[in-house]
């Protein structure tokens, strides 16, 4: 996958961040959010590698691995439009909440990108991300141009990281919250079969968890609508013409008549209740 020049360019990188750099680099400008996320969801998100073609399809077409640690993750990056990779690194220092994320090959080599999360209150915390390129542009227009696009792209980044990170929240609250409540299932109402939209998925809340109601081959079908990877919302799942569906969170495909993992990368989905309809109703029971 690695040519022996893209090789050699990963050995020679270092696996913890630098704070001295900044001093050698151009100082483009920032750009700050407030996220009502909490900094666990925020320093998982950014160990997470692996969401960055699903979540940011718009930013990243691929992402092949090329090593990962507790220090952070090195890949190699196939942008969209066709043809073009990047290698990029995101070392992150976790007593500080920072991470530095660099372009060490492709288009944009050089530069870098200094995220430091802060605690605010509550479950919020604020990111300061802080762009940093090899040299000064040429003179301000090429300055504000790429402050501008960098800016923007950050800004749907974080728009959609959200996203991730506040689902993944209200998945481990709704877990949590299910522990504490007695077992048994009694019947729960899906809806009338005459107004259930057919082409349409069904989220049904049950004491054993959240599961999707779907139409598959003209029946209606149940699977569950957490993703045992790290609970991405498989409601949200297109269903493809072999019955698979993929998370959209990191792409993991699953069978769901059988609930399998397609490749084993994780478990299996979770069982399903059964799917009964009565007086033309239809219930998960
Ligand atoms: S949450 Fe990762 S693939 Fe579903
Ligand atoms: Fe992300």
Redesign the pocket.
């Known amino acids: 996958m690695l040519t022996e020049t893209e090789k050699d360019l990963c050995a020679s990188r270092p696996n913890s961040v630098s704070y001295d750099r900044v001093a050698d680099l151009h100082f483009l400008g920032n750009y700050v959010r407030r996220l009502p996320v909490n900094m666990a969801r925020m320093m998982e998100n950014a160990h997470d590698w ?2 960055l073609p ?1 979540v940011h399809a718009s930013s990243f077409a691929s992402i092949d691995l090329i090593s990962k640690g507790p220090w952070g993750w090195r890949a190699k990056i196939g942008l969209p439009g066709g043809g073009d990779y990047q290698l990029l690194d995101l070392i992150i220092d976790e007593t500080r909440h920072y991470w530095v994320s660099t372009v060490f090959s492709g288009m944009g080599t050089g530069t870098e990108i200094h995220t430091q999360a802060t605690e605010l209150y509550g479950d919020e915390i604020e990111v300061d991300v802080r762009f940093y390129l090899p040299e000064a542009p040429a003179d301000k227009s090429v300055a504000d141009f790429v402050l501008n696009y960098l800016t923007d792209q950050y800004r749907v980044l974080y728009d959609e990281d959200l996203g991730l990170m506040s689902g ?1 929240q209200s998945a481990l609250d709704d877990r949590m919250a299910r522990r504490d409540e007695p077992p048994g299932l009694a019947s729960v109402l899906v809806g009338d079969v005459s107004e259930l939209d057919p082409l349409g998925t069904h989220l049904v809340e049950t004491q054993a968890g959240r599961f999707c109601v779907r139409r598959w081959r003209d029946e209606w079908i149940v699977h569950s609508a957490i ?6 919302p ?1 409601n949200e799942a297109k269903l493809d013409e072999h019955g698979n569906i993929t ?6 495909r699953f069978d769901v008549a059988t609930g399998q993992n397609i490749g084993a ?2 478990n299996d989905l979770a069982q399903a209740p059964r799917l009964i309809e009565r007086n033309g109703k239809l219930y998960l029971d």
């Open positions: 692996e969401h699903y993944r993703c045992p990877h790290m609970l991405g498989l998370c959209p969170w990191h792409g993991y990368k994780c």
